[in-house]
């Protein structure tokens, strides 16, 4: 598996947490309601919108369920199946909430962590509701027959456009923002061209810069759908859009640490190559036992130095996160690029170096499946290429989750957010000015429980196969971590908490692989350990997350 | 002169003791009332009963010739909610019995859940009803009373610790559009023009408190005479026609506390009507059109602030002698 897989399984991963973590913030996080049970959403979401596009249940076979619309038109469809499952959660939650929500907090934990429970056994032990202890299968996520895409075809066009389209919209709203604080690069002409010319005049005709991002988008795809379709010109296409994704994740990179000076530098530099350092001895010693020792010892004298580093020098720990963020982009950096090709190096074949660097350059395409286009490139040689599904679920994941991000922060970012921020703070007061807090509870369970729900089918597409496990209450306490860590009540701080899991997840599944087959599987579980020692030392260090309470401009703009 | 807040015979226990103990007094529309008693003597149970905050064991409040309990019953939001859930709820039993327990298709399916639901909303409306006819019951749902007009301040601080001086100021004022979810949503603008208002707004009473150069201040770092400020204001920015201050000005210095006292007057000539519970003998002599005197529960003494002063009753249980 290329690199870019990797990244790309996380990104899916990441943003079912977020809209998962984003529903427990506005219980908990905005209201102060402390739901343990914000799993039991996520499951009923995930089997609701599984059983209304599985086909009807064949009482021959060995499975049970009931529903299967799958076979009739429009109910039988994702976008159906979402949509019921996340109404049919938030009334779900609306109605766990009424009998509980008078409860102290503690107790309100305890009585829905019970209730989640409640459903996790249901779906368990009923056999006829949804095929019992075991897994429900047979169904496949949406489009996926489209996929690998024929570039000949419309519908091979159109799929791939979907893709261009949501990343072309992102990148070129991501390079809209930095566009204005850096005058150092040429971001403005790279942004004109990007627009297609529409650049910073069409602002004020469309709206926003959201609004301009999303007719680049457009052109884009359209630009790239009749390139599929005319010439079959995958690789070209993939090769730019990837490219222009590299340039602003880079800008952005650079934009972040703009302001830091040599010493800075050179100290994140170095805590990413020590950490680099440290891990040398899996991959490099025969003896397990040696390298496992020589890489703690390694990690323990790291964090010391770094302890060390903040306790006693002042302008140390007053960019201590800085210092860590750096070198994990540093790590990250060397991880992604330099790593793949240390093979092909050592064997000295450079059409083998160029070959992979490539293949991880251009990220948007999967090569060298037997399905796939031929190409033949100059000192590479002979690459297939495709499209791969799951940059197009990439792109379906991304979408959902900046949409539901935007409408909640909509939601909150407002007199209504003020009302659910004063209920976590004392609720007399709230009562004492005429408003009452019962009601808004109720709203903010519906809310939330419902982003439970659509979390819950992403993850039923994404995993294309469901047990009662998917509702086991370590969820609630993973999105529970993930919104402590970001921030509570911050809905920026829950994404970057989701990426920062999965990304320490993803890591030491990496890791994991150095070891024999044998002490994996104890080697993942004992991470569960890791990170509860990592949420303790957070919570301790940083009360309020990451990125702490966010600073309310009390509803709307201050102008 | 009309009697805005009728108080009679009101009772509240405490296990043993009797904090309030068949008060009865009323309040003039457009005064200042001061309510005065030694420590204990019941006030601020007085206070959370007619605010709202507790049930009386007895007695009757009339807020503008209307009983309290009365006022309080539950808002159109509630019965929808409970109404909602009670028909959703029977809707389903009745669905699932009427394709699984009766063995109907669909269309009787669908038949039964109409009719759980229907019986669901019914029941729901049936005991509200039978709540409601129930002799001598009581509620607890203040905000109806501050929907109403009828407001207090907590005599103990409460404010929102974690928001900011404005954002406290700014969640007082009633019926904001933005407080309705689909409008956050679909009535963005009417949502943002109302706001730059509210902010306007808090941002005048804010530089009338003085506290207009802690706004930004997380209202936890507020000094204890600040927060009684916040505490006022807040009540203030709900421009209701019945205020009742708990010790306002406990704390507060003394040039702030007669500006608070002019704007208080200035207040009652507009025809707002206060009631206050204040220790300070100046300041609540001076302020007030009546004074109510209580002492173990029961109103000892009603009447002008001179007649008050030479009462020998209230020179023993509180005044005491110079
Ligand atoms: N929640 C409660 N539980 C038990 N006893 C209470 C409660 N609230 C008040 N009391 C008792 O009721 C009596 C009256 O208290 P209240 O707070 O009304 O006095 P007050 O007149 O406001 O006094 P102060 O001037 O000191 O504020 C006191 O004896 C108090 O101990
Ligand atoms: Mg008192």
């Known amino acids: ?559 | 002169m009309t009697t805005v807040l009728e108080v009679e015979g009101l009772e509240k226990h405490y296990g043993g003791i009797t904090a309030v103990d068949g008060a009865t007094f009323g309040i003039e529309e457009g005064s200042i009332t001061g309510l005065i008693g030694p420590n204990g003597a019941g006030k601020t149970t007085t206070f959370n009963l007619i605010s709202g905050f507790e049930e009386p064991d007895g007695g009757t409040v009339r807020f503008r010739g209307e009983d309290l309990q009365d006022l309080m019953e539950p808002s159109r939001d509630e019965r929808v909610i409970w109404g909602g859930a009670s028909a959703i709820t029977a809707g389903t039993i009745g669905g699932i019995a009427g394709v699984a327990g009766l063995g109907l298709g669909t269309v009787g399916g669908l038949g039964t859940l109409a009719v759980g639901a229907g019986l669901g909303a019914g029941f729901y409306a049936g005991q509200e009803r039978v709540r409601q006819a129930r002799e001598g019951h009581t509620n607890s749902r203040p905000y109806m009373l501050a929907r109403e007009g009828l407001v207090r301040t907590f005599q103990i601080t409460r404010e929102l610790t974690e928001m900011t001086v404005l954002e406290n100021l700014m969640l007082a004022p009633q019926g904001q559009a933005g407080e309705n979810l689909a409008n956050t949503w679909l009535r963005r603008d009417l949502m943002e023009r109302e706001e730059a208002e509210v902010r306007e707004q808090a941002r005048e009473m804010l530089e009338l408190l003085e506290l207009d150069h802690v706004s930004d201040e997380r209202a936890g770092n507020l000094s204890g005479g600040q927060r009684k400020l916040l505490e006022l204001g807040r009540v203030l920015m709900i421009e209701p026609e019945v205020i009742l201050l708990d010790e306002p000005v406990a704390g507060v210095n003394p040039s702030l506390t007669r500006k608070l006292m002019d704007r208080i007057e200035t207040l009652r000539d507009e025809g707002y009507t206060f009631c206050i519970v204040e220790h300070d003998m100046e300041v609540i002599m001076n302020l007030s059109d009546t004074i109510i005197v209580m002492s173990e529960g029961d109103v000892l003494v009603e009447g002008e602030p001179e007649a008050i002063q030479e009462d020998e009753a209230v020179i023993d249980a509180y005044l005491g002698v110079d």
């Open chain 1, 1 to 559: 598996m290329a690199v870019s897989d990797v990244v790309v399984s996380f990104a899916l991963l990441v943003a079912i947490y977020g809209v998962l973590s984003l529903g427990l913030n506005v219980k908990f996080g905005h209201t102060g309601l402390l739901d343990f049970g914000h799993v039991g959403f996520f499951l009923v979401g995930a089997y609701t919108s599984a059983l209304f596009v599985l086909p009807p249940d064949d009482p021959a076979d060995f499975t049970n369920y009931v529903i299967g619309f799958g076979e009739i038109p429009l109910v039988g469809t994702w976008a159906f199946g979402i949509i019921v499952a996340t109404i049919l959660t938030g009334v779900i939650g609306g109605l766990v909430a009424l009998p509980t929500i008078r409860l102290r907090e503690d107790y309100l934990a305890i009585t829905l962590l019970g209730i989640s429970v409640i459903f996790q056994r249901v779906v368990q032990s009923e056999s006829w509701l949804a095929n019992g202890p075991d897994a429900l299968r047979g169904y496949s996520p949406p489009f996926q027959g489209l996929f690998p895409i024929e570039p000949g075809t419309l519908v091979g066009a159109v799929a791939f456009s979907v893709v261009v389209f949501v990343v072309w919209a992102v990148a070129t709203a991501a390079l809209s923002l930095q566009r204005e604080n850096d005058s150092r690069l040429p971001l403005d002409r790279i942004y004109a061209v990007t627009t297609f010319g529409l650049g910073t005049r069409a602002a004020g005709v469309l709206g926003s810069r959201f609004a301009v991002a999303g007719v680049a988008g457009l052109i884009a795809a359209v630009i790239s759908a009749a390139l599929l379709l005319a010439a079959s010109l995958v690789l070209l296409v993939g090769a730019l859009v990837s490219v222009y994704g590299w340039l602003v994740v880079l800008v952005a990179i650079g934009q972040h640490y703009a302001d830091l000076d040599r010493r800075e530098l050179a100290l994140g530099v170095g805590f990413g190559t020590g950490l680099l350092v440290a891990l040398l001895p899996l991959p490099i010693a025969d003896r397990i036992s040696v390298s496992i020792v020589g890489t703690l010892a390694l990690l323990g004298a790291l964090v010391y130095a770094y302890y060390h580093a903040i306790t006693s020098y002042e302008w140390v720990a007053d960019v201590k996160l800085t210092v860590v963020g750096l070198g994990a982009v540093w790590f990250v950096g060397i991880w992604y690029v330099l790593l793949p090709i240390l093979g092909p190096l050592g064997s000295g074949s450079l059409s083998g170096v160029l070959g992979t660097l490539f293949r991880n350059v251009v990220w948007f395409l999967q090569f060298g499946s037997s399905a796939g286009i031929g190409y033949s490139i100059a000192v590479i040689g002979d690459v297939t290429v495709q499209l791969d599904y799951s940059r197009f679920q990439l792109a379906l994941f991304l979408l959902s989750l900046g949409a539901l991000y935007t409408v909640l922060e909509a939601a909150v970012q407002s007199p209504f957010g003020r009302v659910l921020r004063a209920i976590r703070n004392d609720e007399a007061v709230v009562k004492s000015l005429g408003k009452d807090p019962f009601v808004y509870k109720v709203q903010s369970m519906v809310i939330g429980s419902a982003l439970g729900g659509f979390a819950g089918a992403m993850w039923a597409m994404y995993s294309q196969g469901l047990t009662f496990r998917t509702g086991a209450p370590e969820t609630t306490f993973i999105a529970l971590l993930i919104v402590f860590v970001g921030g509570v009540g911050n809905n920026k701080g829950v994404l970057l908490g989701a990426v920062l899991y999965w990304g320490f997840q993803q890591a030491t599944t990496q890791l994991a692989g150095f070891f024999p087959p044998a002490l994996r599987v104890n080697v993942l579980a004992f991470r569960l350990v890791v990170v509860g020692v990592l949420f303790l030392i957070v919570l301790y260090y940083m009360p309020d997350g990451l990125l702490g309470r966010e600073e309310y401009s009390s509803g709307v703009g201050d102008s």
